[in-house]
């Protein structure tokens, strides 16, 4: 599966980790280390982020746990895929264990 962090973030999804995160656009921009303004054409669909905005996005979005939260809302939606929306870090390469009866 490739890399979250190789994937476009649309505006919806900026927005949301925005929320997530309950922060403004101009501490978002903090983090990412961009402009409020760049934020706002991010969340407007003017502009996209670029490689290195998308992989500090990813970073702060790891690092909150958004991903997990955006997975299990997914979770059993009816035309949603179940994939796994985290990168993986090469870190961690050991399985789940199987559910207990």
């Known amino acids: 599966m490739p890399e979250r962090i190789d994937e476009d973030w649309t505006p919806d999804e900026v ?6 995160l309950d922060v403004s656009q101009a501490e978002l921009a903090a983090r990412v280390g961009t402009r409020q303004q760049t ?3 991010w969340e407007t669909g003017t502009r996209a982020p670029r490689r290195m ?3 500090l996005l990813h970073l702060v979005a790891e690092a909150s746990g958004f991903y ?3 997975q299990e809302a997914n979770a059993g939606i009816p035309g949603t895929p ?3 929306l985290r990168a993986s ?3 961690d390469s050991t399985p789940p264990a199987p ?3």
Do not use: M
């Not at 927005?15 to 997530?20: F, G, I, M, N, W």
């Open 99 to 101: 559910p207990t009866a």
């Open 82 to 84: 179940p994939a796994d």
């Open 39 to 41: 934020i706002s054409e």
């Open 68 to 70: 997990a939260v955006v």
């Open 53 to 55: 905005s998308r992989r």
């Open 89 to 91: 870090s090469g870190t």
């Open 15 to 20: 927005q949301r980790l925005r929320s997530y």
